[in-house]
């Protein structure tokens, strides 16, 4: 019995054979596919800070000072 599993393995290991090119490079574009997405969902979050809202809330306080001035004197 351990004879005929020995022949088994070994038929099995002579049975290797090269993946066809277009399979291979199908996997390596799901490999990079998966390397590109983790890196973006590692990626530091961007800045909530938006210039515009910030001169826009300056110029919206500033009128607001200007009104309440107004009317105390």
């Avoid at 199908?26 to 530091?44: F, G, M, S, V």
């Amino acid at each position: 019995m351990n004879d005929r599993i020995d022949d088994l393995i070994a038929a099995h290991r002579d049975d290797v054979h090269e993946a066809p090119p277009a399979t291979v490079e199908r996997w390596h574009d799901a490999l990079d596919e998966a390397a590109a997405r983790e890196q973006a969902a590692n990626a530091p979050a961007r800045s909530a800070w938006h210039p515009t809202s910030f001169i826009m809330g300056m110029a919206i306080a500033a009128t607001l000072a200007l009104g309440i001035a107004i009317g105390f004197f």
